[in-house]
């Protein structure tokens, strides 16, 4: 049985929780680059949604060793 996600959280919350200002969290919402509910004038942001938004910006590192190898002429 799956345990039930927490509440949502505020943009405020929601800012801290991604470590980003409420600005930045206001441009995402805008520019509807990260999911939300809207509730009434109100924005929400479950906590498994935030995951998923930094999930999908991952980079993966770099290998060393392709990095430093010399082209072959």
Do not use: C, W
């Not at 999930?55 to 290998?63: C, I, K, L, Q, T």
């Amino acid at each position: 049985m799956r345990a039930a996600p927490g509440p949502p959280l505020t943009l405020q919350e929601a800012a801290a929780y991604l470590n980003v200002s409420q600005r930045f969290m206001r441009r995402l919402v805008y520019e509807r680059r990260i999911a939300f509910h809207k509730v009434g004038r109100f924005v929400r942001f479950l906590v498994a949604d935030l995951d998923g938004f930094l999930s999908s910006g991952r980079v993966e590192a770099a290998d060393p060793v392709g990095l430093f190898k010399r082209r072959q002429r």
